[in-house]
């Protein structure tokens, strides 16, 4: 006579366990709002700026170092928002840029070049 499956019984049990916790998570949290997303752009724009490596370019198979960051923010091609598109590239490849997603322009449409802050040389 062979001993049921004790391990898997228990695996199974830890998971429904596991999905019962995740769907009470989903329901406590279903009135509060998300955080606005040109917050969530700033905090994450500025996480990426804390680190001190330098960044490299973007494209693939640049490895020189990127001097700039490309912006562009345009509406979604559904309407249904807005998206922001943001890229740091070298010299070379910043100049190949220009506004790619112009049909879906709006009231709020950007496409911006700034220069990395670690590539602006220092005023005397």
Do not use: K
Not at 27 to 41: G, K, Q, T
């Amino acid at each position: 006579m062979t001993e049921p499956n004790t391990g898997r019984d228990e695996r199974e049990r830890t998971g429904d366990r596991q999905r019962e916790h995740h769907r009470e998570q989903e329901r406590d949290h279903v009135d509060e709002a998300d955080p606005p997303r040109e917050a969530v752009d700033v905090a994450q724009r500025e996480a990426d700026d804390d680190s001190d490596a330098p960044r490299e370019c973007h494209r693939r198979n640049c490895t020189e170092r990127a001097s700039f960051v490309v912006l562009e923010r345009y509406q979604e091609e559904t309407g249904h928002g807005a998206v922001e598109a943001e890229v740091a590239l070298c010299r070379e490849h910043t100049a190949e840029e220009s506004p790619t997603n112009l049909d879906g322009a709006y009231m709020d449409y950007v496409f911006r070049v700034e220069p990395l802050p670690e590539t602006v040389p220092a005023s005397p």
